[in-house]
């Protein structure tokens, strides 16, 4: 699965890199206090590419993961993946949908819309 999973995302980055899509690097610290008490916390360091118009947009993101947790001695590191885009429904609104997933076999889905007052 982990060699599947990492040749997909090469594969759909060095395609992207054909289409000359815009790069971008993205660093984001995540941290879960359920109830008020620490459960973990993340790091992620994401180098992609993402292309779009006015009515639509995509992204495509990979890098390392560093994650912490209260339970264990060390940091676990993986290597984790985004694939997400948007698309406008009028001048106010838009659909997005983003899928994650990592070297540990975790796969995340998330869709939503923004309304812009």
Do not use: H
């Amino acid at each position: 699965m982990i060699k599947i999973y990492t040749t997909c995302i090469v594969g759909a980055m060095a395609w992207c890199a054909a289409a000359q899509a815009d790069t971008f690097f993205n660093a984001e610290i995540n941290g879960v206090y359920p109830e008020g008490k620490y459960a973990v916390g993340t790091l992620e360091l994401q180098y992609g590419y993402k292309d779009g118009d006015n009515k639509k947009s995509w992204y495509i993101s990979g890098g390392p993961i560093a994650t912490d947790t209260p339970f264990t001695n060390e940091i676990e590191y993986t290597f984790g993946g985004f694939l997400g885009g948007a698309y406008r429904i009028n001048d106010k609104t838009a659909v997005y949908g983003e899928i994650f997933g990592d070297t540990n076999d975790t796969v995340i889905g998330k869709t939503g819309f923004n309304y812009t007052f």
